[in-house]
């Protein structure tokens, strides 16, 4: 019967996938079904930061764990670039400087940081800013924005970590669909000696096409910037963006009087001496007294600084407060994967530092606002918020979706949360004395029972489990050290015990209610009745009564098989009878003690007892989990990093417009996608162009 019903799955299978394709026209809704399928780019899902079981993820923690604690403070790629910088008169500063556009009329410049996540998300955002016009509503009034003539991208270029896979899959595959770079252009070339010019033009200044300059983010530092270097530093183009840079920071001079400063913050969260020395000596030399300059850096430090309770970037400061001094009229950041704007307050007077602004939406997981709504001081002045998108009430909302949606978000989590609930529990398996709990008259009878049971199951993991206690006591630094550092070390302390006994509590109840299941089909005669092969005798029986063999054919077919057929019969029966073997085996130890069983015997029933508890505590693991997480972030404000990666949410993305003016006004556009799109049609334009033959 079993072979029957193969044949039978084989045969239908094939009928609808091929024979039927062959034999059946498909409806026009198939086919056009089949075309968007078809026609739908190999784009990366958001990176599942909680898989626990993603070699990416693995080599991410390796690759920041040799930076920090192999390279850091003893090898640094910036101090390497400026070492291999041409030395002569004048050309050190040309490979820093660019100053091409500042006789540009009518310029446009856009700002995004933080892609490379998720394909639709990145590509949502690349293909507006490969626009050539945006109509937005400005005062009421519909405006047109044309498409930045330089493109400034803030740094975390592809998550999880710096490769050559992820920096293709992950950032130039979205950007080549949204704007694609020449016909001639090979992927895979190397830029020797940048820039390299398109066919006819001679001067960097002639050009007219858009053009990319972009920082560094922690992420693409994880490697010590190898792939940075080679894919940005040695590579002409974004898609259809020139890249004419060739280190890892850089300054642009803009028309009326604006510059734009890209420093390189590396994982230090400052600049190191010969960055400072270029910037200072640029702005003691070229950056005039009524000169506005706009320095973006990867990190927000303004906002984290305040967050974290910490000071950094000195030399970024030493560069704005006692160099530029009045001249930075903006900073700008992405690694915060939301926008947010702040102005400083007219009350203080003239600050260092006008305006702030964040704005990491540029295809990765969205972060949380409400987290930082308090902010308010920076470099001694007073700041107020003036947009934050989404908004504190609506971030705080979207944390909801740690209780409900975790686990659908996160479902690889599963692998690793059901087998650390299995750790805690296995050494109280089986629970033999569970019938006291069934002899109660009333629901509150039961009820105390079981709690009570429950509080003995803890006391003798606590005092006489080595294997549950080992697990416990390994969770529990884990869960402390989890805990931000922002916080006391007795706060510390006592989120990671509330987190742990939670955890603690939730498998022993699921232990308890598995063993008393048991305990029940056990009393009720529907489990242990025939040994452990209870379901291969209900086969015989049913097989000598619906089945008679007056020819002797079985009884042959044992005999040719020297036994086999009716062996292998039983034993699959038994392997797939779990719940028997649980029962069976359970009976023994609690009769004969955990000796009387053999080391097979031990690992049969665990795995048995294994399979079913993964079962019944993944969903209350990731239940769990996701409720310390929404916790943390709206009632404590800690976790907001943990707390939205969970989500992995590709909507609420932006990114920032700017347009210098004539009397050297700057306007500033901040375009917002609220919903990413994730289906795909096809163009009409282009199923109207002729294709070429051949």
Not at 79 to 98: F, H, I, N, P, V
């Amino acid at each position: 019967w079993a072979t029957f019903i193969g044949l039978y799955i084989a045969n239908y299978v094939v009928e609808r996938s091929t024979g039927w394709a062959l034999t059946h026209p498909l409806s026009v809704d198939k086919v056009e079904k089949l075309k968007k399928e078809q026609m739908k780019p190999n784009f990366l899902d958001m990176v599942p930061w909680y898989s626990g079981t993603s070699a990416d993820l693995f080599k991410t923690v390796f690759d920041l764990l040799v930076s920090v604690t192999v390279f850091l403070g003893r090898f640094d790629m910036r101090m390497l670039q400026a070492a291999m910088t041409k030395s002569c008169d004048g050309t050190k500063r040309e490979e820093l400087l660019y100053d091409h556009l500042a006789n540009k009329d009518n310029f446009w410049f856009d700002f995004m940081a933080d892609t490379g996540d998720g394909g639709n998300s990145s590509y949502a955002v690349a293909k507006l800013l490969a626009q050539p016009t945006l109509q937005v509503s400005v005062d009421g009034e519909t405006r047109p924005l044309p498409r930045g003539n330089v493109l400034l991208i803030g740094g975390d270029l592809a998550y999880p970590n710096p490769s050559a896979f992820t920096y293709e899959k992950r950032l130039f595959c979205p950007f080549e669909y949204a704007l694609q770079p020449p016909h001639w252009y090979k992927n895979d070339s190397i830029a020797v000696d940048k820039p390299e010019l398109p066919e006819g033009v001679k001067d960097l200044k002639d050009y007219d096409g858009p053009q990319c300059f972009l920082i560094p983010g922690n992420h693409d530092w994880f490697d010590g910037l190898n792939t940075f270097m080679r894919y940005i530093c040695h590579k002409s183009w974004l898609g259809g963006w020139f890249m004419p840079q060739k280190k890892s920071y850089f300054a642009l001079q803009l028309p009326e009087g604006w510059w734009v400063f890209g420093l390189d913050l590396a994982l230090h969260g400052d600049i190191d001496v010969d960055q400072f020395k270029f910037f200072s000596e640029l702005a003691k030399e070229k950056v005039k007294e009524d000169d506005a300059v706009i320095i973006i850096t990867h990190e927000p430090s303004w906002l984290l600084d305040w967050y974290w309770s910490s000071d950094t970037g000195k030399n970024v400061r030493h560069l704005i407060c006692d160099v530029l001094k009045h001249r930075c009229k903006l900073r700008m950041a992405g690694d915060l994967h939301h926008y947010m704007r702040h102005s400083c307050a007219q009350s203080d007077g003239p600050a260092h530092v006008q305006h702030l602004l964040v704005n990491g939406c540029g295809g990765a997981f969205l972060h949380p606002t409400h987290v930082f709504s308090k902010f308010s001081k920076f470099y001694g002045s007073s700041y107020v918020s003036k947009a934050a998108y989404p908004s504190f009430h609506d971030s705080s909302k979207i944390a909801l979706g740690n209780i409900l949606k975790f686990r659908k978000k996160n479902w690889q989590f599963d692998i690793i949360g059901g087998i650390i609930y299995f750790i805690l529990v296995f050494s109280l398996f089986p629970q033999c004395k569970l019938a006291h709990i069934l002899r109660g008259d009333s629901f509150s009878g039961h009820l105390e029972s079981f709690l009570g049971t429950v509080w003995n199951a803890f006391v003798s993991v606590m005092e006489q489990s080595y294997v549950s206690f080992t697990g416990v006591l390994v969770l529990l630094i884990t869960a402390i050290i989890f805990v931000p550092s922002k916080i006391s070390r007795k706060k510390r302390v006592v989120i990671g015990v509330l987190h742990v006994t939670a955890h603690l509590m939730a498998a022993l109840i699921l232990m308890l209610m598995l063993e008393l299941g048991i305990e029940i089909c056990i009393q009720h005669n529907l489990l242990a009745n025939s040994g452990y092969h209870t379901l291969y005798q209900w086969y015989k029986s049913v097989e000598s009564e619906h089945f008679p063999d007056p020819t002797g054919l079985r009884a042959r077919i044992e005999q040719w098989t020297f036994g086999l057929y009716p062996a292998c019969i039983k034993y699959l029966m038994s392997a797939f009878d779990v719940p028997e073997v649980m029962a069976v085996t359970r009976t023994n130890i609690c009769k004969e003690g955990m000796e009387s069983l053999s080391r097979s015997g031990a690992v049969i029933y665990y795995a048995s007892v294994f399979l079913y508890f993964w079962v019944f505590s993944t969903p209350v693991v990731s239940l769990v989990f996701g409720s310390y997480l929404y916790i943390c972030i709206n009632w404590l404000h800690i976790h907001f990093d943990e707390a939205f990666s969970s989500l992995r949410i590709a909507n609420y993305k932006s990114f920032t417009r700017f347009h210098i003016k004539k009397n050297k006004d700057i306007e500033v556009f901040t375009l917002a996608v609220d919903k990413v799109p994730k289906d795909w049609k096809l163009d009409k334009d282009w199923d109207a162009e002729p294709k070429q033959s051949g």
